[in-house]
């Protein structure tokens, strides 16, 4: 394969969902749900994220959700078996008049299974999503995820929140850059201490102005994730940045305000559609990666080992 | 015949190779021209399609790697024509492509469908189900309600003995005992507690005018014990939260919205339901202890005064509003005739909580 740099490449994200077939989704998703009593849930999310992907573009080619609703149903029947298991132990320490012990197992329980549900989640979205052909992946370690994860904790408890700022930043950091795109590798090195600065910003200028700030503050944070992630395949490097502003981050918001009110919540598929196209059409990436020559680097996941396929799980914990 | 050329992804490298195809509409044939592999012929309905914006893309069997994307609007056309004269369309694609005028129906009778069961099934689930709790959970629950209250409140003994002096001289209908507790309160209001408790703010003491307007407010307060509207209202927020939460699992977030706007909508008119209850069984109530009914209009009118000065909007207040209960209630007193006399014990022991 040729690895000669082309100079500079066009990269074109576009969002083409429509409310109107989003609308119809939901519908029928609703219709179906309601009618199994619930148990239709897990198709008619995948069904709604199949359809989101679809609609986002990347150089005229749509990305792909492979999932579907009997992978998602085995991951929820995981958690809620897990919850049981957790209440069942909490129950039975109340019933022994060992309450303490009971709360801790119960909330031990409960900020154990974060770090896992972030790790399952990526597993699953990544390895579930395609461009072209090409698999996402994610190869973060799960336990030094986990560790991540209680030291992040501890120090934010010990330090009334403070360290709070520099745990996300570290966690958002492991994950993105464990990410993977065929031969493309994902980047984030964000620092904390900015992140505690922009937030610390936010916060008073967000109190000084009665709440008027929050949508700058927004924009600051989208912002700061973005122009901290890149991607890189050998020497070529992309870098995204994002051109949305406070004031439309604060018109995108009252008009899907009115639009629900005024809709009893029906308008909730535009209000979606809006929203994304708004945060995907502002989105810009710059650099030289020729998107010709990406190669498959990710399994076939039907191929997957038993170890590998009780890391999946769907729980929306994509940060 | 048709022809047109696609792009092929081959899951190896994200190169496009362009690729040509042909689909015979009579056998529903389609003919591929792999890039590398050569050529291969599939029947329509072992290819796999799905729609993803203004392209399609086609691939045999059910693995998602490799597949052929078109943009021929064409071909995508007459594809989808042969596969739907044939039947061979998903089900679930069937639906999504019933248009957004159905699904508009669709959402509107579910909507009417929630309504309806909110309205007219869960008051009488309430309504069924309290039967099947027994009276002395009304007692523990209101007891333990009533036991942290008070501890943050002072309670006006001298007042609470002659309040329940007062009551004790009414025929209150109480299947169980009543606990009359005045506590100093500058509120215009009074409650009262599945167990018995009925606490009396001094604050509407302070506005009564005759013993007359204290009785009316007692056998109000009274009805609400005897008729188990606590435990009845709990039945019924329990059985809509229930049947939001199970039957139409929240899948998009719009039961939640949808469902709660109805919900407090119809907790407030429950409690509208059982406030005017409360103001025709206390009317009967005043009427078998011939007090002069007009106790109940005085009373009414104190509260009117006092929204007047606090101005909440009359749809977001518990009671029916107040005019309308005023109406009702002098209608009822109209309709029927009343005797009654002067009640000098009741009189002296109201002299006494006004002071």
Same mark, same amino acid.
């Not at chain 2, 078109?70 to 071909?75: G, K, M, P, Q, S």
């Not at chain 2, 606090?310 to 029916?320: D, E, K, Q, Y």
């Given at each position: ?118 790790? #399952? ?177 990710? $399994? ?20 | ?53 203004? @392209? ?81 959970? $009304? ?37 169980? @005992? ?80 949808? #469902? ?34 007009? #106790? ?60």
């Amino acid at each position: 394969m040729e690895n000669f740099n082309n100079g500079p490449q066009e990269y074109q994200l576009r969002f083409y969902g429509k409310g109107s077939e989003y609308f119809g989704i939901i519908i029928v998703n609703w219709l179906l749900t309601a009618v199994t009593l619930g148990l239709y849930y897990p198709w008619a999310k995948a069904n709604q994220l199949r359809y989101l992907y679809s609609v986002t573009v990347l150089n005229d080619d749509a990305f792909i959700f492979e999932g579907t609703g009997k992978e998602m149903f085995k991951g929820f029947i995981r958690v809620f078996l897990y919850f049981v298991a957790l209440m069942a132990f909490f129950l039975l320490f109340l019933y022994l008049n060992l309450s303490l012990i009971g709360a801790i197992i119960l909330y031990g329980g409960i900020f154990a299974i974060m770090p896992l549900a972030i790790h #399952g989640s990526y597993r699953y979205r990544m390895s579930r999503t395609s461009w072209r052909g090409i698999r996402f992946g994610y190869r973060g370690d799960r336990s030094e995820l986990v560790q991540l994860f209680i030291k992040g904790i501890l120090l934010t408890i010990v330090t009334i929140g403070i360290y709070g700022s520099w745990f996300v930043v570290d966690l958002r950091n492991y994950v993105m850059s464990h990410v993977r795109f065929g031969n493309i590798r994902f980047k984030s090195n964000a620092n904390g201490f900015d992140y505690f600065m922009l937030n610390l910003k936010g916060f008073f200028l967000t109190m000084i102005t009665l709440g008027i700030y929050v949508f700058w503050w927004q924009k600051d944070i989208i912002n700061f994730y973005l122009d901290h992630l890149s991607f890189h395949k050998g020497d070529q490097e992309v870098r995204a940045s994002s051109t949305v502003s406070g004031g439309s981050i604060f018109a995108l918001t009252i008009v899907n305000m009115l639009i629900l009110m005024f809709t009893f919540g029906l308008g909730y598929a535009w209000v979606v559609m809006r929203t994304m196209s708004y945060v995907i059409d502002n989105l810009y990436l710059d650099g030289d990666i020729e998107l010709d020559t990406i190669s498959q680097t990710e $399994d076939n996941y039907t191929d997957a080992t038993g170890e590998d396929a009780s890391d999946y799980l769907d729980m929306d914990f994509i940060i | 015949m048709i022809r047109t050329s696609g792009t092929y992804f081959d899951g190896i490298s994200s190169e496009p190779r362009r690729m040509e195809i042909a689909f015979e509409e009579g056998q529903g044939q389609l003919d591929f021209e792999f890039p590398l592999s050569g050529s291969s012929s599939w029947h329509a309905r072992e290819v796999s399609l799905e729609r993803l914006g203004m @392209a399609v893309h086609l691939r045999i069997g059910t693995a998602p790697i490799p597949f052929v994307k078109i943009d021929d609007a064409a071909f995508i056309t007459a594809l989808y024509a042969y596969l739907r004269s044939r039947g061979h369309l998903p089900w679930y694609q069937r639906m999504l492509n019933l248009g957004l005028p159905v699904h508009l129906a669709i959402a509107g009778s579910l909507l009417a469908l929630v309504a309806a069961v909110y309205i007219y099934f869960l008051p009488w689930v309430g309504e069924k189900s309290v039967v099947l709790i027994p009276e002395d959970y $009304d007692n523990t629950f209101g007891n333990s309600f009533y036991e942290e209250y008070i501890g943050y409140s002072t309670v006006d003994s001298t007042k609470t003995v002659d309040l329940n002096l007062f009551a004790s001289h009414l025929k209150l209908n109480n299947t169980k @005992a009543l606990n009359f507790v005045v506590v100093q309160d500058e509120t215009v209001n009074a409650f009262a507690l599945p167990d018995g408790h009925i606490v009396v703010f001094t604050g509407i003491l302070e506005k009564l005018r005759g013993y007359e307007e204290l009785a009316g407010l007692l056998s109000h307060e009274a009805v609400h014990v005897n008729n188990r509207h606590s435990m009845k209202m709990l039945c019924r927020n329990l059985a809509g939260y229930l049947f939001i939460s199970a039957l139409l699992s929240d899948v998009n977030g719009i039961m939640a919205i949808v #469902g709660e706007n109805i919900r407090s909508l119809q907790s407030l008119s429950y409690s509208r339901q059982f406030e005017k209850e409360a103001d025709m069984d206390g009317l009967a109530v005043l009427a078998a202890n011939k007090i002069d009914p007009k #106790g109940m209009t005085g009373l009414l009118s104190r509260l009117k005064a006092e929204e007047g000065k606090i101005n909440v909007p009359a749809f977001l207040s518990s009671h029916p509003i107040t005019g309308e209960r005023l109406a009702y209630i002098d209608t009822r007193i109209k309709s029927e005739s009343y005797v009654h006399k002067e009640m000098p014990v009741l009189k002296e022991i109201f002299e006494r909580l006004k002071k």
